[in-house]
């Protein structure tokens, strides 16, 4: 995945003082493997673009927010959807996803793709309503007043099964009685069109663990910059 390892270089990725740099400020996001029993793998969604039920590639960044440290606006009627909206907008608007949304934008702009959300200012202010497609990558497919959820992995104009596919979610939830909000970004990758071999022998997950190390960076990154450039004051 050249565009990971080279958003990486770009952030800072690279050297002690880029390591350290990295390690202090990704220090409060937690990286955790989806369990089994987690909703996205009974989505309507899941089933049909993963018929044959092949393996996933799959984590959860999660990071915890202390709620005197959010704007105070976006949590006005903590159930309208604000806070997650924020978020959202943060993720595709902010510096974190600079350098991939160039890189798609070199690649995939034009004429058939005019009505798909492309430029900084429309990704900070879009409230992400289902059907909205973004990058030529991504579609909303649900959203929730603490969920929104994308389609990931290929066009949104490729509707079938595709060899390379994912579900990316975005959640913000406000726990009052903790005093914070909880937000995460949870992963399911997956092949659609994999299946058992001629002996039955199931297909491997569709990233390598380097590849999926890789990953968990870059959802730190969309975490931090989301949070530090949308969300927090």
Not at 113 to 142: C, M, N
């Amino acid at each position: 995945m050249p565009v990971l390892r080279t958003t990486l270089a770009v952030a800072g990725w690279g050297g002690l003082a880029g390591v350290a740099g990295w390690i202090a400020l990704t220090r409060d996001c937690t990286m955790k493997p989806v369990p089994p029993s987690d909703y996205l793998f009974n989505h309507t969604l899941y089933a049909r673009y993963n018929p044959n039920n092949a393996p996933v590639t799959e984590d959860i960044c999660i990071r915890q927010v202390p709620l005197n440290k959010i704007k105070p606006e976006l949590l006005e009627g903590k159930d309208d959807g604000r806070l997650v909206e924020a978020f959202c907008q943060g993720v595709w608007g902010g510096i974190g996803f600079a350098y991939q949304r160039q890189f798609l934008e070199r690649k995939y702009r034009g004429a058939d793709t005019a009505s798909q959300l492309w430029d900084r200012k429309e990704l900070k202010t879009s409230r992400y309503p289902v059907g909205t497609q973004i990058t030529d990558h991504f579609e909303v497919v649900s959203k929730t007043p603490t969920s929104i959820i994308v389609r990931a992995g290929d066009t949104p104009r490729r509707l079938e099964v595709r060899e390379s596919d994912g579900l990316f979610e975005m959640l913000a939830e406000v726990k009052e009685k903790e005093g914070v909000a909880e937000f995460g970004l949870k992963s399911v990758f997956y092949n659609g069109l994999a299946a058992p071999d001629k002996e039955g022998k199931p297909p491997g997950p569709p990233m390598s663990p380097w590849i999926q190390w890789l990953h968990a960076q870059y959802d730190k990154l969309l975490m931090e910059t989301a949070l530090r450039g949308n969300v927090m004051k």
